[in-house]
């Protein structure tokens, strides 16, 4: 497949490995939820060797802690099997924003951290979605602290100048130092 820039895509999964006789794969999605797939319509996968493929999605179903795609095109086992550990993507244009103070993870994720005091603290270099609600993983050096997600600590969100502000909301930098 060709035509398709990297920054037109927006990693939403991996698939694990084959289900089934009739080409079904198991996949661990990164989306929030199964819509983000089903309203994205088609997906892109690019196995580890290869080319990339486009498909469109003829079902997505909940299977314990993963889901199973159905794909068009792949209708086999041995298919299937073609794409073991595949990355999956979608096209950005594809998802839409949520509520208006809402940011996607690949947004966040390279923004510089610093205090409301203009102290710089860190990079965020992951998210790590926890339930309540997310917790960025700060990284400065060796030094790396877990930042919570919320509207208490996380004051402004700058995405046009890449910056966060937070604020050390009772000795938060100090006690939960990875």
């Not at 073991?84 to 594809?94: E, L, M, T, W, Y």
């Not at 877990?146 to 509207?151: D, E, F, G, S, W």
Request: net charge negative.
């Amino acid at each position: 497949m060709n035509g398709v820039s990297p920054d037109n895509l927006l990693l939403v999964g991996k698939i694990i490995r084959p289900h089934g006789l009739e080409g079904c794969l198991r996949i661990l999605s990164y989306a929030e939820s199964e819509k983000t797939f089903l309203d994205a319509g088609t997906v892109i996968i690019r196995p580890e060797k290869g080319d990339t493929y486009e498909h469109k999605i003829i079902s997505l179903k909940p299977h314990h802690r993963i889901f199973l795609l159905k794909l068009e095109g792949v209708d086999t086992p041995d298919a299937a099997e073609a794409y073991r550990d595949a990355a999956i993507f979608i096209h950005k244009g594809s998802v839409s924003r949520g509520e208006e103070a809402s940011f996607f993870w690949y947004e966040l994720i390279g923004l510089s951290v610093y205090l409301d005091t203009g102290e710089y603290v860190g990079t965020i270099r992951h998210i790590l979605p926890t339930g309540s609600n997310d917790v960025y993983l700060v990284k400065r050096g060796r030094t790396e602290l877990l930042v919570p997600a919320i509207h208490d600590v996380v004051k402004e969100i700058d995405l046009k100048h890449q910056e966060m502000i937070i604020t050390n909301m009772g000795g938060l930098l100090d006690l939960n130092e990875v």
